[in-house]
């Protein structure tokens, strides 16, 4: 015997899983905010984000409160440098040790004194 209740419920499921797939992508593209309201009141919208200002004001201290670098592989004074606020003269006069051209992951260098 062949039992036709099983293709029936196939035929049923299928729709409903594609429904929700649709519905889980739809609530993840909204929830991610790519997809926005984009009306003209600009307050309403950015009113919690910080402003450029406050940005570069967060980012200078934590330059200014770090006093060491962990070197990561790939890394160059240079790079270094712009990322710390510092220059590669300063690094190298704080790191007398230090070889520009051969730096170790994970080695540490002064940033500061």
Do not use: C, W
Request: proline residues 4%; glycine residues 8%; aromatic residues 2%.
């Amino acid at each position: 015997m062949h039992d036709h209740g099983r293709p029936r419920f196939a035929r049923l499921l299928a729709p409903l899983a594609l429904i929700a797939i649709a519905v889980v992508v739809v609530a993840m593209v909204l929830g991610s905010g790519v997809v926005g309201d984009d009306s003209d009141d600009k307050s309403a919208s950015t009113g919690d984000l910080p402003t450029a200002t406050e940005r570069t004001t967060t980012a200078e201290r934590k330059q200014i409160r770090r006093a060491t670098y962990t070197i990561k592989a790939g890394d160059t004074l240079g790079a270094i440098a712009a990322e710390t606020g510092t220059t590669v003269e300063q690094l190298l006069e704080l790191n007398p040790e230090l070889d520009a051209e051969a730096l170790v992951a994970g080695q540490k260098i002064k940033l500061r004194e």
